[in-house]
């Protein structure tokens, strides 16, 4: 005959909360930067620039405002490249010359990240962490999978 099993009380893992904010890149094609934050920790997302038209005359390029991760330099974990363009990578050095953190991106990717980063002194702000198509892994809290995607430039 069986024996009675006592019902076990198992806590449901409950996952922090996670905030999305974009910090430009919405509604216009240039700017590219949002801040994922969870326990604490942010990781940047592209960290763009857009060249300005007609309408801004005496301005070459306009940035995502990077002041929410300029006061929060501290908190940010790392920053992932998701391609090469200048919409996605343009206003790294900006970003670079008021923290320090490690960049996430394709060999390619990372090339013209390091040549941006070396043309005004930075690149001792940065670890370059290359990843390949599929990768996963953690960084800080944030769980990262590298997944390949179609676009105009080479090697994401």
């Given at each position: ?14 996952a ?25 920790r ?80 930075l ?20 769980d ?13």
């Amino acid at each position: 005959m069986p024996r009675p099993c006592s019902p076990i009380s198992v806590e449901p893992e409950v996952a922090a909360p996670v905030r999305l904010t974009f910090l430009g890149g919405l509604g216009q094609i240039g700017r590219n930067c949002a801040a994922i934050e969870t326990e604490g920790r942010i990781v940047v997302l592209d960290c763009g620039q857009m060249f300005a038209g007609d309408d801004l005359p005496g301005v070459d390029a306009v940035l995502p405002d990077l002041s929410y991760l300029i006061d929060n330099a501290d908190r940010v974990e790392a920053i992932i490249a998701t391609h090469a363009h200048e919409d996605h990578i343009g206003a790294l050095p900006y970003l670079m010359a008021h923290l320090s953190a490690p960049i996430y991106g394709s060999a390619f990717t990372l090339g013209l990240v390091q040549h941006k980063l070396k043309e005004v002194r930075l690149l001792d702000k940065a670890q370059l962490r290359e990843v390949k198509d599929g990768d996963r892994g953690m960084v800080g809290p944030f769980d990262c999978e590298f997944l390949p995607v179609t676009h105009s430039i080479p090697s994401g």
